[in-house]
């Protein structure tokens, strides 16, 4: 009797020893990132109070009047490009994965090196898209071909989620359609897509999300630390109404001019790094919100 | 066909059971059938004629082979790589041969409707299940949509119960009536053959009974095929039945004088239930 009791204290005794050494280490990680957003908060937030200011400026020598006029409209020019190039190329590829190329060693081979391509550095990116973009096809970095570097390099992230998407349709749902005397284009337009809408959003949305924040890729083909300039307006007064000339401006985006401003001699930029830093954080976690959103509508909706 | 359900039900199974031979058309016949799963053999020189407007079941012990052929009829098994077949399935009155290489597989299914195991409704509206045949053929006006989504919606007996939901999700539908669903999206399209997989395996004795009356009001309009795992449905509803056995067709007769005198003694075996 006196053995059991011992025995259930001892291994009560190491319950609680784990509990401590658990606790501990999402207490570090928990408070690393608080530290963070604070500093971040206690440096940024008196310029990004003055937010007209902060907002609507170009960068200049004079920390103050510095803005991020320049870099969030680079980023958001460079990631409508990688957007529209990269979702119909991801879910393409996909689809065609999935549905349409046979099952043999090769398409094995394809598989494991998207999942790969996946994990392969960013900078890698910045360096083939150099090669390509730059000695190849002889273009000077712009905002099409930022765009189109980033979309390199989250080609594999929508690759992935949307096969993961199309995986996770019953073979019933599929047996049905073709059953019905579908065609593979009738069943992946009527089903396989609308079905797998949801995760294919979730999943450009967080590679969207990685995007915005990379600076490796864009300052390997050469993107401004600044840029004196907006670039053209697209939408234009008369007709065609449409203007690509924006495509081939300069760019700077959030993460560079960040960069930028860590990298001044001057310590007060540093206050502007970090009010630059907190934009880019709502950002990404309003994009990743927006995920999380999207995801759950669609669970509700669709049940197998 | 309500209170006394089923002992009318009994009594018209008992009048429309007839044999082979006085039945008439054959809607279609399955000759020296085999059937590899790559280097599985799954069907073994299979032969079975189906009376037109009459329902076959086919019994057997799981993995029997009965789906395989069930398959068959719509080259379902085409899907998959690796699979082969050897034999003919000829379809009447045309001649067709459904196996063949020349006949797409897509003809087949436009030919034949399909119910499978579990309820497997779209996640659309109650009314687009069963429209969805019709625009897979383009079929796309408006009035001629509903009436037959309605026409199909009271062939498999839920028009009544759905009419006034029909924008509804399907999945707010119970087990048993998405599956009187998915057989009404199989009809809407005026099948040849209609193809039943297992349709009750996933359903409560109500929902089942519900079913099998719909089954026996269907062959009406149309040549019915099921494979069932419930010998007792197969004698409720079939006019004719066959017996498989690792991938053979054992014996096959009309329902009748199949469960009363078996021919073989492995049909008597499974009937009274020794093994399966």
Known sequence: ?304 | MNESRPATRAGAVAASRTDYASSGHLKAEVRGLNFFYGQRHALKNVELPIPERTVTALIGPSGCGKSTLLRCFNRMHDLYPGNRYEGEIVLQPSGVNILSPAVDPMEMRLRTGMVFQKPNPFPKSIYENVAYGLRLRFVNKRSLLEERVEAALRSAALWDEVKDRLHQSAFKLSGGQQQRLCVARALATGPEILLLDEPTSALDPIATSRIEDMIFTLKEQVTILMVTHNMEQAARVADFTAFMYLGELVERGATSQFFQNPQNELTEKYLTGSFG
């Open chain 1, 1 to 304: 009797m006196n053995d059991v009791s011992r025995l259930i204290a001892y291994r009560k005794r190491q319950d609680w020893w784990f509990q401590i050494v658990g606790a501990l280490c999402t207490l570090v990680g928990v408070a690393t990132l608080v530290a963070l957003i604070v500093k971040l908060m206690l440096d940024g937030l008196p310029l990004l109070m003055r937010w007209r200011v902060f907002l609507f400026s170009n960068a200049s020598y004079m920390p103050d009047e510095s803005g991020i006029l320049m870099a969030w409209v680079g980023s958001l020019c460079v990631m409508l490009v990688t957007f529209l190039t990269a979702v119909p190329l991801g879910v393409g590829a996909a689809i065609y994965l999935e549905e349409y190329a046979k099952k043999n060693r090769f398409t094995d081979l394809i598989e494991v090196n998207i999942s790969n391509l996946a994990g392969v550095p960013s900078i890698t990116y910045g360096l083939m898209a150099l090669w390509l973009f730059g000695y190849l096809l002889g273009l000077s970095s712009s905002v099409l071909v930022g765009g189109l570097t980033l979309s390199l390099l989250i080609l594999p992230i929508i690759i992935v989620a949307t096969r993961e998407a199309l995986r996770s349709i019953p073979q019933a749902i599929r047996e049905a359609a073709y059953a019905a005397g579908a065609t593979k284009w009738q069943t992946i337009w009527y089903h396989m897509l609308p079905y797998s809408l949801g995760g294919i959003a979730t999943g450009t949305i967080i590679a969207m999300s990685r995007a915005v924040g990379e600076t490796a890729p864009l300052i390997v083909i050469g993107a401004a630390g600044w840029v004196s300039n907006l670039p053209p307006s697209p939408v234009t007064s008369h007709a065609p109404f449409l203007n690509f000339r924006w495509l081939n401006a300069d760019f700077t985006v959030l993460p560079i001019q960040m960069f930028t401003w860590t990298a001044d001699p001057d310590p007060a930029f540093q206050a502007n790094a970090a009010a630059a830093g907190l934009v880019l954080i709502v950002f990404t976690l309003s994009m990743n919100a927006a995920a999380i959103i999207v995801r759950y509508r669609v669970r509700q909706k669709l049940k197998w």
